[in-house]
């Protein structure tokens, strides 16, 4: 029950958008975005829980579809420091030992 | 706070050596993790414990064996190394709260099996 990122790999120039897509085939009960840089460890970007509302933060925004099991995360006026993996960790319940099943990274590259 | 560390950043092992990978968090989280990444793919669940004293296998538990010392420390052993264990391995904790907590991850040992 991996959740399926789309797309694998995004290159942008700065100042562009982006959007990525996290897609479940199982009921979601949160998803948590992560970015990576290379050789660094993944680090929290935002949660959105069932029935929550859309987050953001700066330029950097995400929602959650409950009809499509999906969450997509926007990312506007690019920055160079955006340049990373981007994975997205799915939950299916609200259970005490929170499991996240990722997906497997959208890599984007900005470009100056 | 010094959040999630590990211990060793790098090792190189041998086919058939064990070693133990060290974690430990200082933000009183209840629940710890152990992930495995291999190049190009997402982040696999090797085991976790949802409080001290319980461990739980994740998806590709096959090869390790854990431990979760105390609240603060949770350590993965490979008891014999095989070259499909070369990865990176990221040890995570995480609160529990209701509805804002996520996962903070450690940064890594980069574990390579000759």
């Known amino acids: 029950q991996q959740p399926v990122q789309s797309p694998q790999a995004v290159i942008l120039r700065e100042g562009e958008d982006a959007v990525i897509n996290c897609s479940s085939s199982k009921a979601l009960y949160s998803v948590h975005w992560y970015r990576q840089k290379h050789g660094e460890a993944p680090v929290f970007l935002m949660i959105l829980l069932k029935g929550g509302e859309q987050k953001g933060h700066e330029k950097i925004s995400a929602s959650f579809n409950e009809k499509k099991q999906q969450s997509s995360l926007y990312l506007t006026a690019s920055q160079l420091s955006y340049s990373g993996t981007y994975f997205c960790g799915t939950q299916f319940s609200s259970g005490s030992a929170r499991q996240l099943t990722f997906g497997s990274g959208t890599q984007l590259t900005v470009l100056p | ?114």
């Open chain 2, 1 to 114: 706070n010094a959040g999630v560390t590990q211990t060793p950043k790098f090792q190189v092992l041998k086919t058939g050596q064990s070693m133990t990978l060290q974690c430990a968090q200082d933000m009183n989280h209840n629940s710890m993790y152990w992930y495995r990444q291999d190049p190009g793919m997402g982040l696999r669940l090797i085991y976790y414990s949802a409080s001290e004293g319980t461990t739980d296998k994740g998806e590709v538990p096959n090869g390790y064996n854990v431990s979760r010392l105390n609240k603060r420390e949770f350590s993965l052993r490979l008891e014999s190394a095989a070259p499909s264990q070369t990865s990176v391995y990221f040890c995570a904790s995480q609160l529990n709260h209701p509805n804002t907590d996520t996962q903070y991850f450690g940064p890594g040992t980069r574990l390579t099996v000759l």
